[in-house]
């Protein structure tokens, strides 16, 4: 209870250089999110609610839940999260296999839980859960050998699990894509052999190869991704297509913002998934540029703030955040370039929807949590 008083009771003492470089870059990019998602999504928002404005005021709640959430993480001490790792990790693997069970399923997907007033995607969640659990216990890691042969079996038999909720009995390739990612670098920077990581990533890519035979849609998908130049009656190529014609649209200075052609209902989740469509068709390749620069310098400073940790629980915890949000943005950056196929993956902080803002912020206030108790620790001064 003494924990909770006093995340709500926020401190404003002074802190480090990355602390406030996080904090200023988050602010930044979630301000231009909702710029972009104000523009992006006003034909569709009228279409569908007769009110232009819906889903950027939706947004903007979400932002400020988001908000509240990084504030009341970031208070947190980091003793909470390691007494309530497995509890993270346990009520999020819950509450997935709750929507797995009862959930909405959309464009085939069952990652949805209806809550009645609001909807929300467990599986963004989970991964914050992993990453806390998994830090906790990674961070256990020590010279006795069959221990830790007992740490990473837990660890593997949770990853089973999840993955096995959310891309299996979910169905969702894109989240499932982005936890392996996340956990892979969570479990390199952890300390696997690097022998054995080279080993997991193998078995990872030929289940994700099984995944993508056993399902004929994602199978299209892929087909098409690699066989551009052939015919694509089915229309499986329209989103990444109309994608590419928005960023040449926009040229190098952009049409200027509010100002995009494909949002008119040219580009399905034009405010979702295909954000940076929009963004570098008002916003040009100077804009598109911009938000690269972005999420490199949020990746950069995570690694430095993960750098400065000496405590292997905090270290792991800002490492697989950092490997999260940047990749994830790598991923869906590289989806709308045509580097991937169509993974239905948001931009962290930018793209529409409350799961994706509210649990990234709250892994941010977490990653500020973290930095705040290594400046706090005796005999670290402060920079």
Known sequence: MTDIKDAIRPK?????????????????????????????????AFKNTSNAASTFLRQ?????IGGLALIFASNLPLAFYKRTANVLLLSTLGLQLITVLFGTEINGNRNWLDLGIVSIQPSEFLKLGLIIAFSSMLAQLGPDELENRQIWTRVFVFSGL???????????????VVMVVTLAGLFLFAGMKL?????MLALGGSAAVALVFASPSRLA???????????????????????????????????????SKMKWSWIPEVQNDF????????????????VIVLFTALAITLFAIAKNQ??????????????????????????????????????????????????????????????????????????
């Open 12 to 44: 404003f003492r002074a802190q480090s250089r990355e602390f406030y470089f996080l904090l200023g870059l988050t602010a930044i990019i979630s301000v231009l999110g909702l710029a972009m998602v104000a523009s992006a999504s006003t034909v569709d």
């Open 310 to 383: 000496t405590d292997p629980f905090s270290r792991n915890i800002v490492a697989a955040v950092m490997v999260w949000i940047s990749m994830q943005a790598f991923i869906n950056i590289g989806v709308v370039l045509g580097v991937f196929p169509v993974l239905g993956v948001p931009l962290p902080l930018i793209s529409a929807g409350g799961s994706s803002l509210i649990s990234t912020m709250a892994a941010i206030g977490v990653v500020l949590a973290v930095e705040r108790n290594r400046l706090a620790m005796p005999r670290r001064g402060r920079r």
């Open 60 to 64: 903007g709640g979400f932002a400020l």
């Open 162 to 176: 999840s993955l096995g909720l959310v891309v299996v009995l979910g169905k969702d390739m894109g989240t499932g």
């Open 221 to 259: 998908r892929f087909s098409a991704w690699l066989n551009p130049e052939e015919a694509d009656p089915m229309g499986v190529r329209w989103q990444y297509e109309h994608g590419t014609w928005a960023l040449a649209h926009g040229g190098i200075f952009g049409t200027g913002l509010g100002r």
């Open 195 to 199: 022998s054995n990581w080279l080993t």
């Open 275 to 290: 954000i940076f469509a929009i963004i570098g068709e008002e916003l040009g390749l100077i804009g598109a540029l911009f």
